[in-house]
Each structure stands twice: as structure tokens, then as C-alpha cells.
């Protein structure tokens, strides 16, 4: 996602590459790409990148937050805006250990890589409009975004931010039915991915709901309908329901871990 992020933000000039710093917590090589690729400083001191910064954006996976936060408690300002992407981990959390610090969660997903991220926000208690629209600005240079409240986000993880998934998932299983039947491998992975490419134009162009548009290329008796039938048969709908659901569930879990697990122990014993 970091890298991703910066890419977008150079490539759509919302930053020079003077502006941005990178660290990470082991991996020189990857901070050499990124300096080499996209001409950003990188460094191996937190104290340093926190002094020069005045957005700090923790783009770490969710078992590495406690560990952020605690190098980074002693280093932060009143004036600085921390982004945390770590899915689960609630602002009260990252409130409670970087104290008196505006805080945002985004919630973007892996198409970020093509600059075509849905991402969600939810600002905590000390962030404002300010705050606010510098995340926009920044998660916009990789896709779409919009502001919810936070006891949506978790919601917001099982359909979008897990989402790229289930669509893999659904092409995967198209490319398989072509093959299955007789078509080559390259020839159903072309056909698969324009029909979503096609479907996801439409629904972005049109100002009908999928319902409707999905109506239209249903003719009675016709293959489409057949197909349809099908899938609802195979509990489709419901199952895009679970999964999302459970996602979601997840997410919330991931949240009273952090809460009231080994990490929240740790941060409170570092105090």
C-alpha cells in the first residue's frame, strides 16, 4: 500500500518526491527500490522522518501496530496527522497510545496499485475538516473516497476492503467454467476480465442501479436468465452476504484483540 500511495501521489503531483519519506521496519532493499524508482528520501530513523513530517501515514499490517506505536509515542506532535491503514485497529486505540494527536483511519483496498482504490475514512476525536480533507487529497491520488463514521468501517473492510478478492474469486471461477467447457485458458481470462471491465463502466456511466441494468440483459427463456437461476439456486446472493458479514465480524474481532490483548498490555506497560 505504501508504495502504491506514493505512486499515486507523485504520478497525480499531490507531492514532490522531496516531500515524502519512507521507512519500514527491516528491509533496506525495498526502501532502496523506492528511493531509486521514485527519487523520495528513505531512512532508517523514525525520529528522523517524524521531525521532518507533518503527515505520518502507518501503512503496516495489523499484528505490527503495537510495535509502530510505541516507537513512534515519544516522537510525535500536537500538530502532527497520523493515517493509520491498518485494518481492526480502532482510533480510540491509536488515540490512547500517540496521546493528544489527530488521528484518521482509511480503509483503501489493493486496487490502489492501478490508482482505482474505494476508500473509506473515518477521522477520530482531535481530527477536523483540515485533517480531513489532507487524507482525501492524498487517498484520492489512488482512487475514489468517502467519509463514514467509524462504527461503519468495519462494515466497509468486508465489502470493499476485502472486496478485490471476492472479484478475483468470481473471474477465477468464470475462467474455470470456459475452460471446463472448451475454451482455451488465455482466450476465457479475456473474455472474463473485459465482461467485468465492461459491467464495471456500465454501472459507473449509468445512472440506473445494478437491478435495473441487470433486467435489461435478462431476456425471459433466454441464456441469461438460465444462468441467473442458476446462481441463485446456489445460494449466490446470500453467499456474497456471508462473506461480506464475516469479513466484517473479523474486523471487529481484530479491534477487541488489539483492545484488550498481548499489544494493548505491551503499550500500557511502555507508559
Do not use: C
Amino acid at each position: 500500500m505504501a508504495g502504491a500511495l506514493v505512486r499515486g501521489m507523485l504520478g497525480n503531483q499531490v507531492a514532490a518526491p522531496a516531500q515524502i519519506w519512507a521507512t519500514n521496519r527491516s528491509s533496506d532493499e525495498r526502501l532502496g527500490g523506492l528511493r531509486d524508482r521514485y527519487g523520495i528520501t528513505v531512512t532508517r530513523s523514525k525520529s528522523d522522518l517524524a521531525a521532518a513530517s507533518s503527515i505520518l501515514v502507518l501503512a503496516v499490517k495489523p499484528k505490527d501496530m503495537a510495535g509502530v506505536l510505541r516507537e513512534l509515542a515519544p516522537l510525535v506532535r500536537a500538530d502532527h496527522l497520523v493515517i493509520s491503514v491498518a485494518a481492526g485497529i480502532p482510533l480510540r486505540s491509536i488515540e490512547s497510545a500517540l496521546s493528544g494527536v489527530p488521528v484518521i483511519r482509511a480503509m483503501p483496498n489493493t486496487s490502489a496499485a492501478v490508482q482505482e482504490s474505494a476508500t473509506a475514512l473515518a477521522a477520530g476525536m482531535r481530527a477536523d475538516a483540515v485533517h480531513l480533507a489532507a487524507a482525501e487529497t492524498i487517498f484520492r491520488a489512488v482512487g475514489d473516497v468517502m467519509a463514514v463514521d467509524e462504527d461503519l468501517l468495519d462494515v466497509v473492510t468486508g465489502l470493499s476492503g476485502s472486496g478485490p478478492a471476492y472479484v478475483y474469486r468470481l473471474i477465477e471461477a468464470m475462467i474455470h467454467a470456459g475452460t471446463d467447457l472448451g475454451l482455451d485458458a488465455l482466450l476465457a481470462r479475456r473474455l472474463a476480465v473485459q465482461t467485468l471491465i465492461g459491467a464495471a463502466r456500465m454501472l459507473e456511466t449509468s445512472s440506473e442501479d445494478p437491478g435495473a441494468l441487470r433486467e435489461r440483459v435478462t431476456s425471459p427463456g433466454g441464456t441469461t436468465m438460465a444462468a441467473l437461476r442458476a446462481l441463485e439456486d446456489g445460494g449466490f446472493a446470500m453467499a456474497i452476504r456471508e462473506a461480506i458479514g464475516r469479513a466484517a465480524d473479523r474486523a471487529r474481532e481484530m479491534a477487541d484483540e488489539f483492545a484488550g490483548g498481548e499489544p494493548a498490555k505491551r503499550l500500557a506497560a511502555e507508559r
